[in-house]
């Protein structure tokens, strides 16, 4: 079992950087795949981007492509989310969560993951 707890969210203005962080807990965080996820207020959660156990492989949502960057270190037990030229409509609680493989795969879907952490508001003003 793994515990993820967010950091780095807060509030800042539209075209912005942000770099949110997710510790892991335990000895066994290279057998996870990663992920953040984002739910805004009324809206359902969604997927914004994924990495594989050990980086090979990284996944993004279209809507943030290109201004978000997933990465990750094994030896910290971290998973990041820097996030660049921010919008309005990022804003959003984020997520990571965490998906025990030996694949090395990313994944998009919530249901994939089994461990979440207590997520990080992001608020973007215009």
């Known amino acids: 079992q793994v515990q993820l707890v967010e950091s780095g969210g807060g509030l800042v203005q539209a075209g912005g950087s942000l770099r949110l962080s997710c510790a892991a807990s335990?000895?066994?965080?290279?057998?996870?795949?990663m992920g953040w996820f984002r739910q805004a207020p009324g809206k359902e959660r969604e997927f914004v981007a994924a990495?594989?156990?050990?980086?090979?492989?990284?996944y993004y949502a279209d809507s943030v492509k290109g201004r978000f960057t997933i990465s990750r270190d094994n030896a910290k037990n971290t998973v990041w989310l820097q996030m660049n030229s921010l919008k309005p409509e990022d804003t959003a609680v984020y997520y990571c969560?965490?998906?025990?493989?030996?694949?090395?795969?990313?994944?998009?879907?919530?249901?994939?993951?089994?461990?979440w952490g207590q997520g990080t508001q992001v608020t973007v003003s215009s």
């Open positions: 335990g000895r066994t965080f290279s057998t996870y795949a």
């Open positions: 969560a965490a998906h025990p493989t030996p694949y090395y795969s990313t994944y998009t879907r919530d249901r994939d993951y089994d461990y």
């Open positions: 990495i594989s156990r050990r980086s090979t492989n990284t």
